[in-house]
């Protein structure tokens, strides 16, 4: 019996192994120097992050078509490539806002750094494979972390609720996910989705009810973890109590990862499932929209404004994944595009939530903002551009990604899911702008009358933040092209 | 045609200038007048660029001039593609015309927030003009959207009282109805599989009828609302009430032909036959909106709703005459279009000017105005004059040409319709009659000042025009014809190109644009 060993790519691995060993540097300098010298952490943080984001880029730019490590556990294609850089742009993005909130820092420590690479390190693995389990494994790598980052601030009450809250409905989703992928196993013999496919391919009998009933679950396990409806229930609560930078960090981060494997599940096996299949994922991205944006209209807090958003979000970009067999490449584009710039104006978003509720505790309340306009400018007009991008509305990113998504629903012939998502991009308009009207179409209250500059003792981070938000809303806006292009080349999946 | 990028430099200077207002402190007074001096610069800047491209138009030629294109997306077959017609250079002159009156007007009634407004429309004014050289349907969505978001905080910073309600109901009714105009673009764009969002080449290539209805809906809805057509006009007298005078004389001016020329630019000649079979449901609207206008603005106490209401009524004419699918309705049309921005405006601009002396708008509250104000009412008078249409005024021209027009094509319309000018009259004499002549002025309205020297300089230019266009129209309608004939000739021509049979599933991967000739 001869064994062959798999090949594995070393190069294509490098970036993986900067974020995990990066994440290791950073607990362990924490806990044996005990140097409480945040700046050092976050500045090591940063710095893994964007020599990791180098080498993809690096190692991505003279790919031709990819490689496959650990027979198919990792796949290192153009779409990981880009997946990897949206994932670590987004933990960059969130390391900074989580510099900026103070809070965060009492009592000082620095595990919160080494939690967002682990986190990154396991949404880097799930959008890096073909294998299911690594898939899982990624997902529970990610889940733990963020469990721990919900419930941060340990000693308010309303972290820990939230935390617990998600630490439990994430354990069920946990479940649903490794039953699905068990019974997948079941049907077709495998756990690699190339396999299954090959599989599925010559055998038709392997369609079955089973196989069904896993790719069903499934769709539970990922659908929780992007926030899909029905499985959206958590979101609301976990993002008014966890610290608002933990949120900030896992309303991009984990759902890009959890759609980039839920994208490679249903291009390479789903279409075995039949149509019934895409109608069930039609029926979901419908009511997560609708559920979200309707949902939002209600809120009086910020936080939960935005967690419901985000939901309408989730909805926008599963359009991109009913859509994502029929038009080719451009759907996955679509995707990729679309969460690049939801990580700029969502992040940028929190952020201004983080500085807003700097000095006086956290001003989570939509109220709390009344005025800001005048009295903070320049804070209140980077808002407005994150809740115009946010909206869809030209000339910010939010619109242009939209475009993309609805173009490739509409090329693989959804004119009906994209009508009614471009009523509810109307109805968001609605909350979004709802800020903008209490920003410059009320009266600040009280004894806030005297304008202050935004960013005074915000520290550098958060300006760095707010400065490469929106820098990334408004180039993606106006200056769409290149960014289009290059994700155009990377939604075509390697196998 | 032209050396320089005059389009782009028109389009953008107020742009440029409203992000350089960010660098004006408008702390203290001092601040504020140079806000203003700074804005009202750029915005003659584009005015002076605007007449220049009105002096090297070249009349006799109707295709599109000052053609610009740069690749903007070019994978998806997006460019930067500008240039004009005689259709849209009029609205462009009305545009960077009624934009320095509008900063001219507002010097003194804006004392809140004033940097801030003159960014906001200056940056409506780059929209505005935007969209009527777009010649990309990429382009002109993100300026036709784009421009909603300073009207928006126009009409909800610096607006009355129910200026929230008002702006929101405003820009979710306008959103409403471009975001599907959005999906037909874009099923367009796969449907002939063209591969461009070039709008010259969209125009020159036959869409199949099969697809012509929807498409056609979606888009038409979109301008519908914009224009407003009945019954998709109860978003305009709440954002005209609301609105500061400025925000009116340019929503009433400008903003509300985006839907007409919308109508005009895209969606008949996109979908002739299509545009055709609901000429008739159109017209009906029309005159419907012509009648009911004229009816419900009879019955206003408010001089400002009055004059929101007589704009639906007006702009029924201008959807009369394009879709009479004949000569003298498309150039009146147009014309009436530009007459309508001015004569409204100048309207908005009046009611303005004694609401700020005032602080009401209601007819009931004024009478004998005449005698303490006199220049004041000459220049109302005018002005009401020219919006009813009487001869040697400007508005006369444009009805009457849209009149002879829809009587041509069908006399019942035509009838029912100068029924409205007759309406017209009523409701713009009899308020004339109860602000300016009725009764003796009350003790109140004994101290109103009469007009200054800035409302002057407001007024002036605007019935200098009025007569200009009323008495000789020439240089207009000279720019307007040929545009209109080729319109026409679009729109007539291309109904018998499609009715060939073909089959009823839309042809995906057909022509390149290789083989569309551009002028």
Request: with cysteine; hydrophobic share 55%.
């Amino acid at each position: 019996m001869t064994t062959t060993i798999p090949q594995i790519h070393w190069p294509h691995l490098l970036p993986l192994l900067v974020v995990v060993l990066g994440a290791v540097a950073v607990l362990m300098w924490d806990t044996f120097f005990r140097s409480r010298d945040r700046a050092f952490l976050v500045g090591l943080t940063l710095m893994v992050l964007a020599s990791a984001v180098g080498i993809t880029l690096g190692s991505v730019a003279d790919l031709a078509g990819g490689s496959v490590s650990f027979g198919g556990m990792y796949v290192f294609d153009r779409f990981t490539g880009f997946v990897f850089v949206l994932i670590m742009l987004a933990s960059f993005l969130s390391v900074l806002v989580a510099a900026a909130q103070q809070s965060l820092d009492d009592p000082p420590a620095g595990e919160y750094f080494a939690l967002i690479l682990f986190a990154t390190s396991g949404m880097m693995l799930m959008a890096s494979t073909r294998n299911l389990l690594m898939i899982f494994i990624g997902l529970e790598i990610l889940s733990l972390s963020l469990y721990v980052l919900a419930g941060y601030l340990r000693t308010q009450a309303a972290g820990n609720e939230a935390a617990l809250k998600y630490f439990l409905l994430g354990a069920f989703a946990s479940g649903f996910l490794l039953f699905g992928m068990a019974m997948i196993y079941g049907a077709a013999g495998s756990v690699d989705l190339a396999e299954i496919a090959k599989h599925l391919n010559t055998n038709s009998a392997a369609r079955g009810p089973i196989f069904l009933l896993g790719l069903g679950l499934i769709v539970v396990g990922l659908g929780f973890k992007v926030a899909a409806v029905p499985f959206n229930m958590w979101t609301p609560d976990v993002y008014e109590g966890a610290p608002t930078a933990a949120v900030a960090f896992m309303s991009v981060g984990p759902k890009a990862a959890a759609f980039a494997a839920f994208f490679r599940i249903v291009l390479m096996a789903a279409g075995y499932a039949g149509a019934s299949f895409l109608v069930v994922l039609w029926v979901i991205a419908a009511l997560t929209m609708t559920v979200g944006n309707v949902g939002a209209i209600q809120q009086t807090n910020i936080k939960r404004m935005l967690a419901y958003s985000s939901i309408a979000h989730a909805g926008y970009i599963l359009v991109a994944l009913v859509a994502a067999q029929g038009s080719g490449a451009m759907a996955t584009a679509g995707f990729l595009y679309y969460v690049l710039v939801y990580a700029f104006m969502n992040i940028g978003a929190f952020c201004v939530v983080v500085i807003a509720g700097e000095n006086e505790g956290e001003r989570t309340l939509i109220e709390d903002y009344a005025g800001m306009g005048y009295t903070r400018p320049a804070l209140a007009a980077i808002m407005a551009i994150f809740m115009v991008s946010l909206a869809g509305l030209p000339p910010m990113g939010g619109f242009v990604a939209k475009f993309y998504i609805f173009s490739a629903a509409i090329k693989a012939g959804y004119v009906w899911l994209v009508v009614l998502a471009v009523l509810n991009s109307v109805i968001s308009v609605y909350y979004y702008l709802r800020l903008i009207v209490v920003m410059y179409m009320q009266e600040p209250a009280g004894a806030e009358n005297q304008v202050s500059t935004a960013f005074a003792g915000q520290g550098a981070y958060a300006f760095a933040a707010l400065l490469i938000a929106v820098a990334g809303v408004l180039g993606l806006g106006l200056f769409p092209g290149p960014v289009m292009d290059f994700a155009l080349r990377s939604g075509v999946l390697f196998n | 045609m032209s050396e320089y990028p005059l389009v782009t430099l028109m389009v953008f200077l107020p742009l440029v200038g409203g992000l350089l207002l960010l660098f004006v402190r408008d702390g203290d007074e001092a601040g504020r007048e140079r806000a203003r001096m700074f804005s009202m610069v750029f915005s003659l800047a584009a005015f002076v660029v605007s007449v220049l491209i009105y002096i090297g138009f070249q009349e006799n030629f109707a295709g599109m001039q000052f053609l610009e294109r740069a690749s903007w997306i070019p994978r998806f077959g997006i460019s930067y593609h500008v240039g004009l017609d005689g259709i849209s250079l009029p609205l462009i002159l009305l545009t960077t015309f009624l934009t320095p009156l509008a900063l001219l007007f507002s010097w003194k009634e804006v004392e809140k927030h004033v940097r801030l407004y003159q960014m906001a429309l200056l940056f409506l004014e780059t929209g505005m003009l935007g969209v009527f050289v777009s010649l990309d349907f990429f382009l002109f969505y993100v300026f036709w959207e784009g421009m909603l978001i300073p009207m928006y905080l126009l009409i909800g910073v610096w607006g009355g009282p129910r200026r929230i309600y008002a702006s929101v109901k405003f820009f979710l009714y306008t959103m409403a109805g471009s975001v599907l105009m959005l999906v037909a673009i874009l099923w367009l764009y796969f449907a002939t599989g063209a591969k461009t969002f070039d709008i010259m080449v969209h125009l020159s290539q036959p869409v199949h009828h099969a697809l012509q209805g929807w498409l056609f809906a979606a888009f038409a809805l979109s301008f519908a609302i914009k224009v407003p057509l009945f019954p998709f006009h109860t978003w305009l007298p709440d954002a005209h009430v609301e609105a500061p005078t400025a925000g009116s004389v340019i929503l009433a001016g400008v903003l509300l032909k985006m839907g007409t020329y919308g109508l005009m630019r895209l969606a008949m000649p996109l979908f002739p036959t299509a545009a055709r079979e609901f000429a008739t449901a159109f017209m009906v609207l029309a005159v419907i909106g012509i009648i009911y206008g004229a009816l419900v603005a009879m019955v206003q106490d408010d001089m400002k709703k009055l004059v929101a209401y007589s704009s639906v009524s007006h702009l029924g004419f201008v959807v009369l005459g394009l879709f009479s699918f004949n000569l003298l309705g498309a150039t009146g049309g147009v014309l009436q279009m530009v007459n309508h921005g001015i004569s409204t405006g100048a309207l908005f601009l009046l009611v303005g000017m004694i609401y700020s002396r005032r602080h009401t708008r209601m007819i009931q509250d004024f009478g004998g105005i005449a005698r303490v104000m006199p220049v004041f009412s000459v220049f109302f008078v005018i002005a009401s004059l020219s919006s009813i249409g009487l001869p040697g005024l400007n508005g006369f021209v444009g009805e009457f040409t849209i009149l002879a027009g829809a009587f041509s094509r069908n006399p019942v319309f035509g009838v029912l319709a100068t029924s409205g000018v007759v309406l017209s009259a009523v409701y713009m004499l009899w308020m004339l009659q109860r602000v300016l002549f009725g009764g003796e002025p009350s003790k109140i309205n004994l101290s109103l000042r009469d007009l200054g020297v800035r409302e002057w300089c407001v007024l002036v230019p605007l019935v200098v025009l009025m007569f200009g266009l009323g008495l000789y129209p020439k240089p207009i309608l000279s720019k307007i014809e040929p545009s209109a004939q080729a319109w026409l000739n679009k729109v007539n021509r291309r109904v018998l190109r499609v009715q060939s049979p073909v089959s009823p599933r839309p042809r995906l991967a057909k022509a390149s644009s290789g083989e569309v000739t551009r002028p």
